[in-house]
């Protein structure tokens, strides 16, 4: 099972709204709504910023929201903030015999 | 408040073995599928192995079957992953988690220990 595919990179100016991408197959994002996302500043552990595609957990903020379509999922962060520059990843039940997979990992830099 | 603690890192030759512990509080432990989760130096996030409340349903991913065992002791609160013939690949910081909700697996991670460090070197 391969990881699922993220941009390496994806920067913005404070305020502005970022996207980053999360492309599967079938047989992960696109096939169950078991897609998550994390963010992840440096030397910490992850931290749980949406799941089940587009459900928040108490106490993050509402300027994070996922969405999907087709194979392909994505992390909108609106009015962004010098404290969201972090790396990001998302993850997928998948079908195949190592049932959950995560991305590749993104690394968002506020300008 | 919810609390997970790993320990039993360190360094191991190749094939060595190693098992990790992780000590959960703070929570009804026995209601949460409990996962194993790493990371290896300046690399991205892999996901390792889950079990069931119980302890009746175990999955890993590929490149640990048959080398690694994850269990519990809810008695105990506590989550394991017994590591058996490592190799140098499995150097990482291995993390403990919870679902964020009791008795089903949304298949997401919502509280993280701080993590372990395993290497693997001769």
């Known amino acids: 099972q391969s990881a699922l595919t993220q941009p390496a990179s994806v920067s913005g100016s404070p305020g502005q709204s970022i996207t980053i991408s999360c492309t599967g197959t079938?047989?992960?994002?696109?096939?169950?709504?078991?897609v998550s996302w994390y963010q992840q500043h440096p030397g910490k552990a992850p931290k749980l910023m949406i799941y089940?595609?587009?459900n928040r957990p108490s106490g993050v903020s509402n300027r994070f929201s996922g969405s999907k379509s087709g194979n392909t999922a994505s992390l909108t962060i609106s009015g962004l903030q010098a404290e969201d520059e972090a790396d990001y990843y998302c993850s997928s039940y998948t079908s195949s015999s190592t049932p959950h997979v995560f991305g590749t990992g993104t690394k968002v830099t506020v300008l | 408040e919810v609390q997970l603690v790993e320990s039993g890192g360190g360094l191991v030759q190749p094939g060595g073995s190693l098992r990790l512990s992780c000590a959960a509080s703070?929570?009804?432990?026995?209601?949460?599928?409990m996962s194993w989760v790493r990371q290896a130096p300046g690399k991205g996030l892999e996901w390792v192995a889950n079990i069931k409340q119980d302890g009746s349903e175990k999955y890993y991913v590929d490149s640990v079957k048959g080398r690694f065992t994850i269990s519990r002791d809810n008695a105990k609160n506590s989550l394991y992953l017994q590591m058996n013939s490592l190799r140098a690949e499995d150097t990482a910081v291995y993390y403990c988690?919870?679902?964020?909700?009791?008795?089903?697996?949304?298949?997401?991670?919502?509280?993280w220990g701080q993590g372990t460090l395993v290497t693997v070197s001769s």
């Open positions: 089940e595609v587009s």
């Open positions: 703070g929570f009804t432990f026995s209601s949460y599928w």
């Open positions: 988690a919870r679902d964020p909700d009791p008795y089903s697996s949304s298949w997401s991670l919502f509280y």
């Open positions: 079938s047989s992960d994002v696109g096939g169950y709504n078991y």
